[in-house]
């Protein structure tokens, strides 16, 4: 079982690790989107403080939608994918290897910038470890939720505005307790019941969207 | 619409022992074209009973005035936009279960009522706030899910029609449904804590539990007649969608040389 998800897993790395470019712009566009924020609402500190977790969880979420047509694109136009397919392996354990070395690429990118980027709208120190984790546990839950609007959407021609129509709302509730999380977390109430619902999310995504992620691949290479 | 357990023995062919009759294309065309009529004059005759309840018989609220009236409208639309949310998740499944291309364009002849249904209920929604709270939008946990909602019918549309190929766009639109409707508690919940964690109940939907038996029945009216009137638009765009799928073959052509020949 652990072969091929192994080996999947080191394929997608190595040839992320030959691209490093790619994988810099999503970081960049996590960075710069954060920063436009300051320009558009005003610098007043308690204001940028009390924005900082949503914008941080937003520009994070954009970064993902932004980088997730790249989760199957390639493979589709090498005929990767079509290979993958027909292996007798199972189809759900390497998507799910698939999209953890997207998450590895894009998101855990994200997940250390994050800290850095709070310092600028002046969050307190003590809850940049609850960002952190939240942005851990949550930025997976978009890429497994994502994928299948990867592969629902695979070769169409409108595909990248379809792919943010069809996944951005149920993107609601990860940012929801996301963001919450560092906010009650600043408010005195504690991230506890955030935190653990964001990781029964993320175990309830593992659980199930690779296989909605699986049929939806079939029936984009039908 | 689906009593076929009499002509179970009628003919001889496997698939009419059950209910699955009647999921060919070719057997559900003519009679939906029956049904769709008479769903019509059903929606318009109980939707004038529920108005002229709604508004000239039902008693003025005596804390919001005439505006309440809206409700007549609005809440119908709201829970029809909900429950064709479900009935489109549940062909999808069926279709993805059983492989019946009918169930999948069910699925899709409900869709655009459905987000017919949950626009005007947001609509009126922001008409009839404005005066009774002040505000034409809250961000209360009932209508931004009802934005949510939106936006997965918004988002099934669009993926169906991206999708030229009709099975794959079958297929995919079932998925991203199922996916959407298994979603959809969540973000309800998530929602609902989400707003109340924020400011409280600042604004509460809920009305004075007493209501006036002619309101529900106004109201009752209302929804059945979104029911036949959803049963009867979605039966016609069905009955296009399979004229357009199959009409390469024999039974589409002899039916509209047919139409034509009436014309």
Not at chain 1, 42 to 56: F, H, K, W
Not at chain 2, 25 to 51: D, K, N, S
Not at chain 2, 103 to 114: E, I, K, N, R, V
Not at chain 2, 152 to 181: K, P
Request: hydrophobic fraction near 60%.
């Amino acid at each position: 079982m652990l072969g091929p998800f192994l080996a999947v897993l080191q394929r997608d790395l190595t040839l992320a690790w030959r691209g490093r470019a790619d994988v810099l712009v999503t970081l960049a566009f996590f960075v710069i989107v954060v920063c436009l924020f300051p320009f558009g609402v005003g610098a007043e500190t308690n204001q940028l403080r009390a924005i900082a977790p949503g914008v941080l969880w937003v520009a994070a979420l954009l970064s993902t939608l932004l980088s997730l047509h790249r989760l199957f694109a390639q493979d589709h136009a090498d005929g990767t994918l079509e290979q993958l397919l027909l292996s007798p392996e199972p189809t759900a354990l390497w998507v799910l290897a698939k999209v953890l070395a997207h998450w590895i690429v894009t998101g855990l990118p994200l997940v250390i910038a994050a800290p850095g980027l709070a310092l600028l709208f002046d969050v307190e120190q003590g809850a940049l470890g609850v960002l952190v984790l939240s942005l851990a546990l949550g930025s997976p839950i978009l890429a497994l939720l994502g994928a299948v609007g990867a592969a629902l959407t695979l070769g169409l021609r409108s595909g990248g505005v379809l792919l943010a129509l069809l996944v951005l709302p149920l993107f609601v509730p990860v940012l929801i307790f996301g963001a919450g999380a560092v906010d009650s977390h600043l408010g005195g109430t504690g991230a506890t019941a955030h935190l653990l619902l964001l990781g029964g999310g993320l175990l309830g995504a593992i659980a199930m969207t690779p296989f909605a992620c699986a049929a939806a691949l079939r029936i984009a290479m039908e | 619409m689906m009593n076929g357990t009499e002509t179970e023995t009628e003919d001889g062919t496997k698939r009419s022992r059950s209910l699955l009759r009647f999921a060919a294309p070719q057997v559900f065309y003519p009679i939906a074209g029956r049904l769709a009529p008479w769903f019509a004059w059903l929606a318009a005759g109980l939707c004038v009973a529920g108005l002229w309840i709604g508004f000239f018989v039902a008693p003025t609220d005596f804390q919001q005035g005439e505006v309440y009236r809206v409700i007549f409208i609005h809440v119908p639309a709201a829970w029809m936009s909900m429950f064709i949310y479900l009935i489109m998740a549940f062909w999808a499944a069926v279709g993805l279960v059983m492989n019946t291309r009918l169930s999948f364009m069910m699925a899709q002849a409900l869709a655009p009522t459905g987000a017919m249904f949950c626009f005007v209920s947001l609509w009126t929604g922001a008409l009839w706030g404005r005066p009774t709270w002040g505000t034409y939008w809250v961000w209360d946990a009932r209508l931004t899910s009802q934005l949510l909602l939106l936006f997965l019918y918004l988002g099934f549309i669009a993926l169906t029609q991206a999708i030229e190929d009709s099975r794959r766009s079958d297929r995919a639109g079932a998925i991203i449904a199922l996916v959407g409707a298994v979603n959809v508690p969540i973000i309800y919940f998530s929602v609902q804590w989400w707003n109340t964690l924020h400011q409280g109940a600042s604004v509460s939907l809920t009305r004075a539990p007493s209501m006036a038996s002619t309101m529900l029945v106004g109201m009752l009216l209302m929804a059945l007649a979104a029911w036949a009137y959803t049963f009867a638009v979605s039966f016609w765009r069905v009955r296009s969608l399979i004229l357009e799928r199959e009409r390469h073959t024999e039974w589409v052509a002899a039916e509209l040389d047919e139409q034509e020949a009436r014309a």
